[in-house]
């Protein structure tokens, strides 16, 4: 009997609904159409000030979308997925 080969499977994008259930993730819906980095940090209560939010989003340990964003200001929106250290924070619509 010949052995048999084995296809690695290419893994889906990443939904919303994947993205709920894993370890770790956090959903915050939000009212408006955006929401500042700096802002969402404090909201999900990943942080306990904007200083700190500040210090952490320069230091470049925040992801938005699978990028590193610098900025406290930037905008967040619906759909968006931030990562910050072992926690993904999922933006929704309230």
């Known amino acids: 009997m ?3 080969r084995f296809r690695p499977r290419a893994k889906p994008p990443l939904s ?6 894993m370890n770790n993730a956090i959903e915050v819906p939000i009212t408006g159409e ?6 969402l940090l404090k909201l999900a209560g990943v942080v306990e000030d904007g200083a700190q939010a500040r210090t952490l989003i320069a230091d470049g340990e925040v992801r938005v979308d699978g990028e590193v964003d610098r900025r406290r200001g930037c905008q967040v929106r619906p759909g968006s997925l931030v990562d910050f250290r072992q926690t993904q924070i999922l933006v929704t619509s309230a």
């Open 2 to 4: 010949p052995p048999r």
């Open 16 to 21: 919303t609904d994947i993205a709920h259930r």
């Open 34 to 39: 955006m929401i500042r980095l700096g802002q």
